[in-house]
């Protein structure tokens, strides 16, 4: 091998060394670029803001102790207690029994004391404390006892049973609040965090998320429009705080499923802030709830109905019956109507436009759009004052709130339906649109699509007569006669 092959050979060797340092010092200097891009999708982490503050992840060391510590001392633990009689045993004072105890009758207590525990959060600092009207509830006596140890008695200001929302007043001032935030804007995915006492085992927050908006039919108050959450509610929790991310009160946590266990499932609700602000208002104001009312029953515009009543499906409210001399009446309102429009906000069923009528003030003129005969109408009207006491809390019309078919749904049987059921003709009766999963009437067995024919007894041709049987049963037993697929059955619906 010659010098001059030897020498070119060691220059291509020094060359393609001199090649490699260089590439690899260049991919050196962009590598963090690009692997961070790919491990992480973004060069850098997103900031959270929280509170007025930035936090790079939720899930760092810090925690969630800067949104929950400034509300913490703000929620309370209310303890109430009540007088109830205790029920007599009556054959104690058959002689025969008398012979046992030396012809003398045993002493029983007449009455005795019930204990009760839940939450509350202060929203002033002069000691108004929101709560749920079953934590206090009769009670005779009602002790607050705040984080530091310190208790006062409680006055209740006001309660408003409908939506289970009360205020309670403490003597003191100079007490920290909490933030009310916006509970419209709250999304599914949210972060949602429960304060209370649960069990009476001490403050207790717990973590999860908003799990659904908008939550009703589930017959635990007459006006539902729950937050649902995962965040452990307990007994005890009744009352107390649902937070958002930023550390705002957006619910009063107020109910769970508990599948028959007692304990949490998951399955939390709490009332709106926005709910249980425009109560606590009107409390302060008026002394009670004062809410709008239109006079008329609704139900949900089933596929079924939505093809008899030519309008759309699942969409509107549909007037089964309207109160005589009510404002509805007066403004020409009838059977069979579909409001679809309230003051230009569509009307998505009945449990939305309960809600609306209810915020309204009495005497507010309202427009509506409603649907009659497959013809677009409109129409004005002036709302009167809900009337209080049994069966006149609905802003729209008449309650059966105390019955065992409380939140079953009805409507007239129609040709059109009796056609779709495979009915014959001779049938009479009111179909079910509509009946609760936890409810007398689903234990009994009642279904969606039957036709009730007799209610003790009683012939049952239209929606009027439902309800006014209904009406006129109060909360006893009901013997239906109920036509399922033409074969006639009877139930008992029982209440609880």
Same mark, same amino acid.
């Given at each position: ?6 020498? *070119?050979?060691?220059? *291509? ?72 009689? !205790? ?6 004072? @058959? ?28 929203v002033s600092p002069d000691g108004y404390i929101l709560t749920n009207n079953h934590v206090i509830a009769k009670a005779t006596d009602i002790q607050v006892m705040l984080r530091d140890k310190r208790q006062f008695p409680g006055k209740v200001v006001g309660a408003d049973p409908q939506t289970d929302i009360a205020v309670v007043k403490i003597a003191a001032t100079g007490l920290p609040t909490i933030a009310l935030g916006d509970s419209s804007k709250l999304e599914v995915g949210d972060y949602a965090f429960a304060i209370g ?25 007459? &006006? =539902? +429009? ?74 949900? !515009? ?22 005589? +001399? ?10 069979? $109507?579909?409001?679809? $429009?309230? +003051? ?30 497959? =013809?677009?109408? @409109? ?36 040709? =059109?339906?009796?056609?779709? *059921?495979?009915?014959?003709?001779? !049938? ?21 699509? $039957?036709?009730? =024919? ?10 009027? $007569? &439902? ?30």
């Amino acid at each position: 091998m010659s010098a001059k092959i030897v020498q *070119l050979r060691r220059w *291509l060797v020094i060359l393609s060394l001199a090649i490699v340092f260089v590439c690899g010092g260049l991919l050196g200097i962009s590598a963090p670029s690009w692997v961070a891009h790919a491990a992480s999708g973004s060069k850098k982490a997103i900031p959270l803001v929280v509170a007025g503050t930035e936090r790079s992840d939720p899930s760092s060391s810090m925690g969630f102790a800067p949104i929950l510590e400034p509300a913490l001392p703000a929620v309370v633990s209310i303890t109430s207690s009540r007088i109830v009689k !205790v029920p007599q045993v009556p054959f104690f004072n @058959d002689p025969f029994f008398q012979q046992f105890f030396g012809g003398q009758v045993p002493h029983f207590p007449q009455q005795q004391r019930e204990m009760g525990l839940g939450s509350g959060v202060i929203v002033s600092p002069d000691g108004y404390i929101l709560t749920n009207n079953h934590v206090i509830a009769k009670a005779t006596d009602i002790q607050v006892m705040l984080r530091d140890k310190r208790q006062f008695p409680g006055k209740v200001v006001g309660a408003d049973p409908q939506t289970d929302i009360a205020v309670v007043k403490i003597a003191a001032t100079g007490l920290p609040t909490i933030a009310l935030g916006d509970s419209s804007k709250l999304e599914v995915g949210d972060y949602a965090f429960a304060i209370g006492n649960p069990f009476g085992v001490g403050e207790t927050a717990t973590m999860g998320i908003i799990s659904a908006t908008g939550r009703n039919g589930l017959d635990i108050e007459n &006006y =539902e +429009d729950f937050i649902q959450t995962d965040a452990a509610i307990n007994p005890g929790n009744s009352g107390g705080a649902l937070l958002n991310a930023r550390g705002e009160l957006i619910g009063i946590n107020t109910a769970i499923l508990s599948g028959g266990s007692g304990g949490n499932q998951g399955i939390g609700f709490a009332i709106p802030i926005n709910m249980a602000k425009h109560v606590m208002e009107e409390i302060l104001k008026h002394g009670k709830v004062v809410r709008g009312y239109i006079g008329v029953d609704i139900q949900e !515009v089933t596929p079924n109905l939505a093809n008899a009543f030519k309008v759309p499906a699942e969409e509107g409210a549909l007037v089964s019956d309207v109160v005589p +001399d009510s404002p509805g009446a007066k403004a020409g309102l009838q059977r069979g $109507d579909v409001i679809t $429009d309230l +003051d230009g906000q569509p009307v998505a069923g009945p449990n939305e436009l309960r809600l609306a009528v209810a915020a309204m003030a009495p005497g507010t003129t309202v427009h509506m759009k409603i649907i009659r005969g497959g =013809e677009v109408r @409109d129409l004005s009207l002036k709302l009167g004052e809900a009337p209080a006491g049994k069966g006149g809390g609905s802003p729209l019309g008449r309650s059966a709130q105390n019955s065992p078919m409380r939140g079953v749904q009805v409507g007239e049987l129609t040709p =059109e339906l009796r056609r779709q *059921l495979g009915l014959g003709s001779e !049938v009479r009766g009111v179909v079910v649109t509509a009946r609760p999963d936890s409810s007398p009437a689903a234990d009994a067995g009642l279904q969606s699509g $039957d036709v009730i =024919e007799q209610i003790n007894r009683q012939p049952v041709n239209s929606v009027a $007569d &439902y309800q006014r049987v209904i009406a006129q049963a109060g909360n006893q037993s009901l013997v239906l006669l109920v036509n399922r697929g033409g074969v006639t059955t009877f139930i008992v619906v029982q209440p609880e």
